[in-house]
């Protein structure tokens, strides 16, 4: 069990997400960075759909009430582990990157980020939470899954799975790969339909993200497409990673709590290997759109796959 005795900023539970649900208007969620939540699972040895704390910018404080290990990664907060027992004060690093052993009684104490947008708190096991819809995700607009279908407060108690064996005997850590601000996608349905001049601003230019981003979409900024203003469309599906752009000619890009449908014309879809980079960019930072083929999105998928494989290498006998 962890105790959470503050908690300053956005945090929630989540995991992989529900998928299979958008017929019913619910959409997908799960982690803004699913790779970084894989990756602290992995280095725990939890499945990697095991539900986590996710974190935004802010301060928190958590106390273990029994033994456990933990990783943090993502975006690059700063956290130590703290004791106050008498007879036993400690207080060490838990790195980056890095999973860490945590005593009954211990306080593992985050703030920050330095980097990125995003992190998860991964907990040997996972954290007890059970299923709504076929996820553990919180759905934060819609009340449900997560802890109380919320996002966790000041003196929250979590329960940890009961899965305590484990064969570690020291700390590992794994690099995390370079966001280079380069979002790889295809054309959207609607492309086509965009003038000359607006399908060269769209993979040559340069855009900002916005201020107005949360975790149901990203805005961009730019030169305008000027061709969305007299494109009229039916509603239609779509899904995180679109490119939808409204009639202000700014993109928006949909994030893991996207809505299920929308009426504005689709310019690209973000490959999901890619998702990651936009999801921990932060306002004002610069992206870029590439061009790439259905084969460029298997080589990514499998750029993740070597990545995994190389971890789970380096992990042996850990």
Not at 6 to 15: E, H, K, M, P
Not at 35 to 56: H, K, T, Y
Not at 161 to 188: K, M, Q, W, Y
């Amino acid at each position: 069990m962890i105790r959470l005795d503050r908690v300053n900023g956005l945090a929630s539970i989540q995991d992989l997400g529900r998928p299979g649900q958008g017929h019913l208007g619910i959409p997908r969620g799960g982690a803004m960075d699913s790779f970084s939540l894989i990756l602290a699972n992995r280095l725990l040895g939890n499945v990697d759909n095991a539900p986590a704390i996710e974190l935004a910018c802010g301060s928190y404080e958590i106390t273990f009430e029994s033994s456990s290990w933990v990783a943090l990664c993502g975006a690059t907060f700063e956290a130590r582990i703290e004791s106050e027992i008498k007879g036993k004060e400690d207080d060490r690093p838990l790195w980056h990157g890095w999973r860490g052993r945590v005593n009954p009684g211990e306080r593992l104490t985050i703030k920050g980020p330095r980097q990125g947008v995003w992190g998860y708190l991964a907990v040997l096991g996972g954290i007890e939470i059970p299923k709504v819809l076929g996820g553990h995700g919180t759905f934060l607009a819609g009340h449900f899954g997560g802890h109380q279908g919320r996002q966790l407060a000041s003196g929250d108690i979590l329960n940890l799975s009961s899965h305590t064996e484990t064969n570690f005997s020291r700390p590992v850590g794994a690099v995390h790969r370079a966001n280079d601000g380069i979002l790889r996608a295809l054309p959207g349905p609607e492309m086509s339909q965009f003038s000359d001049q607006d399908r060269k601003a769209f993979w040559h230019g340069h855009w900002t993200v916005s201020p107005q981003n949360d975790r149901m979409g990203v805005r961009l900024t730019g030169e305008s497409l000027n061709s969305a203003k007299h494109l009229s469309l039916r509603s239609h599906a779509v899904l995180p990673g679109v490119v939808q752009v409204p009639p202000s000619g700014q993109p928006i890009v949909l994030q893991a709590d996207a809505q299920t449908s929308g009426g504005y014309p689709r310019m690209a879809m973000v490959i999901e290997a890619d998702h990651w980079k936009l999801a921990q960019a932060r306002a004002g930072q610069a992206i870029r759109f590439q061009h790439v083929s259905p084969n460029q999105v298997e080589d990514a998928n499998l750029e993740w796959q070597h990545y995994f494989y190389r971890l789970a290498r380096a992990m042996d006998g850990s």
